[in-house]
């Protein structure tokens, strides 16, 4: 079965950096998209980005470009979403997410991680 | 303030049915498929409908989808307590060349 396994919640300062990872189990890691999409407290869902695990290919929202970075390590079936810069409106929830093209959707999504930014 | 939008609640009693929707625009409802998620209390989203109407296996018949123009509905009938949850549409905008969703809907089961 689909799994994507995220790690655990972290704490960081204002101005520092963040890398959320993904493992994900029960299918071919390159065969689909990875989104990353986020949540603050009591808030709606937004979107981070894409990206393809194949070729490593990504695809930022404008409001995260500079900012943000997304890789894969194919030789572990992880992705990675690294946030700079944080500052306090940047604590939410960071959620992975499978992209299933026959779908046209997410189909399937992390725990979701943590991340707190605060001095 | 979300690209697309939705009402931020809606309420009804077990058994009703009740309508959710999602008005957009050309560039995102009106050109690309919307997609509906549910989220429960305290955990991830989950996939509810994908291409403006199909339901991936598992999700009860309760619960369908529409779109028409620049605008999408989720129906839920039969309403049960277990429905009580956050419900988000979303869908591609060709014009941000970003995936935009709605700013969800909070649905009580009274």
Do not use: H
Not at chain 1, 81 to 107: H, I, K, P, Q, W
Not at chain 2, 55 to 83: M, N, Y
């Amino acid at each position: 079965q689909v799994q994507l396994v995220q790690s655990g919640a972290e704490v960081k300062k204002p101005g520092a950096s963040v890398k959320v990872s993904c493992k994900a189990s029960g299918y071919t890691f390159t065969s689909y998209d990875f989104n990353w999409v986020r949540q603050a407290t009591g808030q709606g869902l937004e979107w981070m980005g894409w990206m393809n695990p194949d070729s490593g290919s990504t695809g930022y929202a404008q409001k995260f470009q500079g900012r943000v970075t997304m890789t894969r390590d194919t030789s572990i079936n992880t992705a990675y979403m690294e946030l700079n810069s944080l500052r306090s409106e940047d604590t939410a929830v960071y959620y992975c997410a499978r992209f299933y093209g026959d779908y046209d959707a997410v189909d399937f999504w992390g725990q979701g991680t943590l991340v707190t930014v605060s001095s | 303030q979300s690209v697309l939008t939705q009402p931020p609640s809606a309420s009804g009693t077990p058994g009703q049915r009740v309508t959710i929707s999602c008005s957009g625009s050309r560039s995102n409802i009106g050109n690309n498929y919307v997609n509906w998620y549910q989220q429960l209390p305290g955990t991830a989203p989950t996939l509810l409908i994908y291409r403006n109407n199909q339901r991936p296996s598992g999700v009860p018949d309760r619960f369908s989808g529409s779109k028409s123009g620049t605008s999408a509905s989720l129906a839920i009938s039969g309403l049960r307590s277990e429905d009580e949850a956050g419900y988000y549409c979303a869908a591609w905008d060709d014009s941000l060349s970003a995936t935009v969703f709605g700013g969800g809907t909070k649905l009580t089961v009274l």
